[in-house]
Structures are given as structure tokens and as C-alpha cells.
């Protein structure tokens, strides 16, 4: 074996091919292994369980001197622990085949057939589960190893649907993604989860600002105007009618079900698991509100309808139409939250869905305000003790409001239910009086 006495990258590239393979000493079982057609490779030669081996070490004009010493090193520390230095090489190898093997689509597909298995999805849930991934994350991700991708790069995911405004849907983007990093977890995949503790409100807007954002009592008459002649779709119209007359929170209306509704008994008994409080609540159904019930019956007379207000598009994940459709109607409307200057005080105008609760409250509330039914000014204070000191325990019974700890309902349902029904038809003859008056003012 001949020796290549200084071990360089020229000298290494001096080397010359032969008609049969030619091996190059460096020392210490390492040499040069040059075929007859000029390639050439690191190799060391050793001995485990009394036979005579060979391990190569790779490309000797892209490993250097330096490094492959180091793979000897490796292989004799190898050898030391009973490891064959080649059995080793081929399972090392095979393992970083299989980490570039699993990459993000790769492991999501896999959670996706587990998670159906698992927790019994259905295929409506499941697909449009799997869509939601196509189109926001895959092209993004899909193609690279699942152990590679750190925290900053999902984070970044939630981009895309943000900037269309899609806030539920930037939200439901990361939630499945930190699911299949946790099968990836589980599976031992990786061996460290970057959605672990991570939470979407720090990264992710919210509108609970905007959301605050409503016209005062005064400004009622204009607005129900330009909701009657402004032109949009006839659902959303209705739903912002609806939304008038019970001032519920926005998901509470939009999840709405027919079945809900006792239309004998002139109540709507709002599913608690839409509820914030997690409790049963009730709504009178006032003439106003049940006329505008029939009318939304007539607009979409499916044969078994499920939800008053159907998705408007079929693409639609849940089934039911969406916020963002309504805040947009809003917006044409002109009513977008903006700055304005006040007395020489700066603070936001317009009206946002959420703000139905507060011209409501509002208006019910102070016992000043003309708008408010005289029920109001009737019933019952909350104590001085209370937390939420003057504050019309009716009214809050209506707003589905903890008061004080929290511990219990602000109210006594069977004491007060007379007097929430008496409150909610005057407030509806109120909000009907607002409209004949925008009408002559404004029409």
C-alpha cells in the first residue's frame, strides 16, 4: 500500500487512478481508496469480533483530513462500547433517511387518519380539516423534515389568513398544526414539541377593541334607517335586526338552532354550550322578534332546517354564516370603528356586532336615558356590597352577566322572568319607535 506521506487537498487530487483500485496510507488503519475511475473515498480499516472490517467514511475530496480522523475516532470509541463502527454508519444513515422521509405533510396525513380513527370525525369535519391545511400551511411547510420546524416558522402560518381577515380561521390553522406536532411528540418523531405553552392570542388579533365599538342611543334612529335601505344580503340584514331586539352575543345568534325555539311558549332557549357562562339561558320572544323569525323561515325554507343562518357559502367549514360576512355589511354601511375627535377627546365610533349588547345596556340601564322601558326604572338594584354596584339586576340577567364573584346566576329566574319579559317587549316597542323615527327623519 502506497503512503501519501502529506495528506492536502492538492495532494489528494494529485492522486492518479490505476487499472485496478489503489488504496492510499495515511496512518492509523485510515486510507484513500482511489477506483480505476478516479473516484476516490475515506476508508478505515479495523477489526470487531475477530474479523477484519472496513468502514467507509465518504467523498475524500469533500470530507477533509481533519474530519475524517474524526470518524476514525468515532469508530474506535464506537468499538470500545461493543458497537460495530458499520452497523452504526448504516443505522445513523437510515435514521436520517427516515427524519427527511417525515416531513410535515408526510406526519400530518398520518395524525389526519388517526385522528378521524381516534376521535370518530366525520367526513364533512374531517375534509374540511385536511382543506384547511391544504390551503394554508402545506404549501408552506409540507415539504420540509417535522423536526426541523421551529416555533417562529408556525407562528408565521397564521399570516396568510390574518391578512384576509380570517381571524377563526388563523386561529383553527394553528390549533391543527400544534395537533400534529403533539402526534408527532407522541410518536417519537421529535423530542421537542414547539407548540408546547404556545397561545394564539399572543400573535393573533383579536377585535375585542373594535368589537366594544357601538353608536350611542341617540344615533339609533340613523342606523336603522340605513340598515332598512342599505343594500346587502337579506340574511345578514335580518340577523342584524335579530340581533337588535336580544342583544345576545354574536356566536349565540349565529349558532342559533329552530329547535331552540318554543314558539308556544314565546321562549328561545339558547344551547349553554354556547353560552360564555356555560348555563342555560332563555330569551322572550317578543312579536317583533318572532315576525322577523317568520320572515327568515320564508328566506331559506329548507324542508328540516338546522340553523337560522346557514353558511352563505358552501365553503364554509361550520356550516353557518360567518362573523366577517356581517362586519363587512357593517362597514358598507359605514359604520367601520374609527378615530373621532370629541370636545377635544379622541375616541372610536361606529358599530361593530358586539355593539348591539352595549347600545342595549346602555340604553336599559340609565335610568335617565328616554330609551329606557319603564320596567327598568321599576326593578331592583344590586347592594352596595356588590361589586357591580347599580347595575339592573334585570338587565344583567338578560345579558347573561356574572355579577359580584362569579359564584352564582345575578339573578332569580323564576322571580325575575316576568319582569325580563315585560322589559323585552317594551325594549322591542322602543326599537321599533327608533325606526319610524330614522324613517321620517332620514327617508
Not at 492522486?15 to 478516479?38: C, E, R
Not at 329548507?302 to 364554509?316: G, H, I
Request: aromatic residues 8%.
Amino acid at each position: 500500500m502506497p503512503k501519501l506521506t502529506k495528506v492536502t487537498p492538492t495532494t489528494i487530487k494529485a492522486i492518479k487512478p490505476a487499472d485496478k483500485p489503489v488504496k492510499w496510507g495515511v496512518g492509523d488503519g485510515l486510507y484513500i481508496y482511489v477506483t480505476p475511475q478516479g473516484y476516490k473515498s475515506w476508508r478505515y480499516k479495523y477489526r470487531f469480533m475477530n474479523k477484519e472490517k472496513v468502514l467507509v467514511i465518504g467523498d475524500a475530496l469533500a470530507i477533509s483530513y481533519e474530519e475524517a480522523k474524526a470518524a476514525r475516532l468515532a469508530a474506535i470509541n464506537n468499538i470500545t462500547h461493543n458497537i460495530d463502527p458499520m452497523t452504526n454508519k448504516k443505522q445513523v444513515r437510515q435514521l436520517a433517511a427516515a427524519e427527511q422521509s417525515n416531513t410535515f405533510e408526510v406526519v400530518a396525513r398520518r395524525w389526519h387518519e388517526n385522528w378521524i380513527k381516534i376521535k370518530h370525525i366525520s367526513d364533512k369535519h374531517a375534509q374540511k380539516t385536511w382543506q384547511r391545511l391544504e390551503k394554508d400551511v402545506i404549501p408552506r411547510i409540507g415539504h420540509l423534515p417535522i423536526k426541523d420546524i421551529d416555533r417562529v416558522t408556525i407562528v408565521a402560518l397564521s399570516k396568510a389568513p390574518v391578512d384576509r381577515g380570517s381571524l377563526d380561521i388563523a386561529s383553527r390553522v394553528l390549533d391543527t398544526v400544534a395537533g400534529v406536532f403533539r402526534f408527532a411528540s407522541n410518536q417519537g418523531l421529535i423530542t421537542s414539541d414547539p407548540c408546547q405553552s404556545m397561545k394564539t392570542s399572543d400573535f393573533i388579533p383579536t377585535t375585542e377593541v373594535e368589537n366594544m365599538t357601538r353608536i350611542s342611543t341617540a344615533e339609533v334612529p340613523q342606523f336603522l334607517f340605513d340598515l332598512e335601505k342599505t343594500k346587502m344580503n337579506e340574511q345578514i340584514r335580518l340577523y342584524l335586526k335579530i340581533m337588535m331586539l336580544v342583544f345576545v352575543r354574536k356566536d349565540e345568534l349565529l349558532g342559533a338552532k329552530w329547535d331552540e325555539f318554543d314558539f308556544d311558549a314565546e321562549v328561545w332557549h339558547v344551547d349553554w354550550q354556547r353560552m360564555k357562562s356555560k348555563r342555560e339561558h332563555e330569551v322572550p320572544i317578543t312579536p317583533q322578534l318572532f315576525e322577523l323569525l317568520q320572515q327568515l323561515r320564508e328566506l331559506n325554507p329548507a324542508e328540516n332546517p338546522v340553523y337560522l343562518f346557514p353558511a352563505l357559502s358552501r365553503k364554509s367549514e361550520s356550516g353557518i354564516m360567518s362573523d366577517a360576512a356581517i362586519r363587512n355589511e357593517l362597514y358598507k354601511m359605514g359604520y367601520k370603528p374609527r378615530d373621532i375627535v370629541v370636545k377635544g377627546r379622541t375616541t372610536q365610533w361606529g358599530m361593530t356586532i358586539h355593539g348591539f349588547r352595549g347600545v342595549a345596556s346602555t340604553a336599559l340601564s340609565e335610568s335617565t336615558n328616554p330609551a329606557s322601558p319603564s320596567i327598568v326604572h321599576a326593578t331592583v338594584k344590586t347592594s352596595a356590597s356588590n361589586n357591580d354596584l347599580g347595575k339592573n339586576l334585570v338587565v344583567e340577567a338578560q345579558l347573561d352577566h356574572v355579577m359580584g364573584d362569579g359564584s352564582s346566576s345575578p339573578y332569580n329566574k323564576a322571580e325575575h322572568w316576568d319582569m325580563r319579559v315585560t322589559m323585552m317587549r317594551e325594549w322591542a316597542d322602543w326599537v321599533d319607535a327608533q325606526r319610524a323615527l330614522g324613517m321620517a327623519q332620514f327617508g
